[in-house]
């Protein structure tokens, strides 16, 4: 069974860029979470997705966006980047109101140059 | 004000050998989850874990056990017979009320290095 897939794994992007990154859930899980991970602030949460519905967003600046397709695929979005955007993006999926764990991918690893 | 706590920042163990990894945490709501996950180095953070507020029994999976004391606030996880492959980073985190889902509040980390 496959588990969370996140592309790319790697990103380099220029200041004032804009950024979107992958993630695709477990088979069958419908609800997607996205986290922001840095060494000062370690994991963050950003927002959770449920059935192409946001559900829950965290404290971050408009510039972060996210989205839901019906195949439960989600995207994330960063625009006009800063450099304290570098950090490690985690999404992490359920299969439905998240009783007990979620299953987190490996990341995008993004650095903002 | 910082909901999860972990004081340890990092320890070695050496292998086989048991280690407890310190957890608190902070809430007024009476239904909460609380949940350890393991990062290695390669990023992917792995669910370990788990203890509902409700729950009268302390979880157990396999060498990893939750020592849930409510009164105190405290969800220490412990692991039984370290193996070189628990080196890793331990995050404890927790899920505030029904409505929370997917969004957890991380601790810092505990740094695990285990030692032959």
């Known amino acids: 069974k496959a588990g969370v897939t996140q592309t790319p794994r790697y990103l380099i992007k220029t200041r004032g860029q804009q950024v979107t990154l992958s993630c695709s859930p477990i088979?069958?899980?419908?609800?997607v979470s996205w986290y922001q991970q840095t060494p000062g602030q370690g994991l963050q949460f950003l927002f959770e997705?449920?059935?192409?519905?946001?559900?829950n967003k965290g404290n971050f600046p408009g510039r972060f966006s996210g989205r839901q397709f019906s195949n439960s695929r989600s995207e994330m979005n960063v625009s006009t980047l800063e450099l304290g955007d570098s950090a490690l993006y985690l999404c992490?999926?359920?299969?439905?109101?998240?009783?007990?764990?979620?299953?987190f991918g490996s990341g995008t690893r993004l650095t903002v140059v | 004000a910082q909901k999860i706590t972990q004081t340890q920042p990092g320890m070695f163990v050496q292998e086989k050998e048991a280690v407890t990894l310190d957890c608190t945490y902070d809430t007024s709501d009476p239904s909460y989850g609380l949940f350890w996950y393991k990062q290695p180095s390669s990023g992917e953070m792995i669910f370990l874990i788990y203890q509902g507020s409700y729950d009268q029994q302390n979880a157990t999976e396999g060498r990893y056990s939750l020592n849930f004391q409510k009164a105190r606030k405290s969800a220490n996880l412990v692991i039984s017979a370290s193996q070189l492959g628990d080196s890793a980073m331990y995050f404890c985190?927790?899920?505030?009320?029904?409505?929370?889902?997917?969004?957890?509040?991380f601790g810092a980390g505990t740094q695990v290095v285990v030692t032959p």
């Open positions: 992490a999926s359920s299969v439905t109101t998240g009783s007990g764990g979620y299953t």
């Open positions: 997705y449920f059935s192409e519905t946001q559900r």
């Open positions: 088979s069958g899980h419908r609800s």
């Open positions: 985190a927790m899920r505030e009320g029904a409505d929370s889902w997917g969004k957890f509040q």
